[in-house]
């Protein structure tokens, strides 16, 4: 099994439009909501997404929704570390064929980055 790691540049996780991801209403609580909400920006991208780089401005502060550790995986969706590979990459392939396209350069680099997570396993 592949390895959940971050692909540098890519970002797609950041587009937080509610009509992409009604389930975020329903998965955090009431403060973390408002939160989430105050960090979409007009284009329904997060605020702090910085569109040339593809990088989070806030990533060491980011918010604990945005963090993909075995804690916050399990709290949010009920999911075992044991389960968090396979999960949070489903995630990002759903994230970036949306953003990006299902034959996107995004989605081409995500699955080599992951077929080298099994090299070096």
Known sequence: ???????????????????????????????EFALYQSLIGEDGWCIHFEPITRRCQIYAERPRFCRVTPEVFADLYGITAEELDEFAIACCREHISDRYGERSLELLRYEYALTQSLADS
């Open 1 to 31: 099994m592949a390895t959940w790691q971050c692909m540098q540049g890519c970002g797609a996780c950041c587009y937080l439009d509610l009509s992409d991801r009604p389930e975020v209403a329903t998965i955090l609580d009431e403060a």
